[in-house]
């Protein structure tokens, strides 16, 4: 069993920066992929960033340049930077472990329960 605990949304105007945090427990997180997803209202969950137990970062193609993904090992915690954003990043925000597949398209069993990141002026 893996639990993960998001932190880190909130309101922000647009063009600033928040970084979104996911504690993990429950497992050997070192040797799970882990990835960052996001639903906005009205769509469907998409992938925004995922980094392998090797620490290699994965973006989705049409956000790349604005998130970093990283982890610490150590803390069990995994992380995503956002920087400029924008009022189409407002969204609930989830953690999930065990990602896989090719640039991990296939979503772990475990997610955590979101935060909302709402950018508006």
């Known amino acids: 069993q893996v639990q993960l605990v998001e932190s880190g949304g909130g309101l922000v105007q647009p063009g600033g920066s928040l970084r979104l945090s996911c504690a993990a427990s429950g497992s050997i997180f070192r040797a799970n992929n882990m990835g960052w997803y996001r639903q906005a209202p009205g769509k469907e969950r998409e992938l925004v960033a995922a980094i392998t137990s090797y620490g290699i970062p994965i973006y989705a193609d049409s956000l790349k340049g604005r998130f970093t993904i990283s982890r610490d090992n150590a803390k069990n915690t995994v992380y995503l930077q956002i920087n400029s954003l924008k009022p189409e990043d407002t969204a609930v925000y989830y953690c999930?472990?065990?990602?896989?597949?090719?640039?991990?398209?296939?979503?772990?069993?475990?997610w955590g329960q979101g935060t909302q990141v709402t950018v508006s002026s």
């Open positions: 999930n472990s065990g990602c896989s597949a090719y640039r991990c398209s296939r979503p772990g069993d475990y």
